[in-house]
């Protein structure tokens, strides 16, 4: 890592093409840590979308559930009341 710097300090010291080799490279390494974390920073929402579907189905059985379990308990109160 410390030759690489030194590369750098010594390639704008000197300036010419070097320097605009140097800045092109610095900002596409720049560019591509940038779309790492966001890459990251998707995959974790995607996660959490994911969680929460599955948390709506789970939801949704039971409610539907409890709405069953509701029916019938009304039908028998219907039935205990019409005898």
Known sequence: ???IIALIAKAVAVGGP???ICLLLGFIFYLLVTINNL???LDEKDEAFNRLV???NENSKEM???LSELRVT?????G???T
Do not use: F, H
Request: hydrophobic residues 35%; negative net charge; proline residues 0%.
């Open 18 to 20: 070097d320097v605009v």
């Open 1 to 3: 890592m410390d030759d």
């Open 74 to 78: 009304i039908s028998e109160i219907n």
């Open 54 to 56: 599955q948390e709506s």
């Open 80 to 82: 205990k009341l019409s």
């Open 64 to 66: 539907a559930k409890a």
């Open 39 to 41: 890459n990251k920073k």
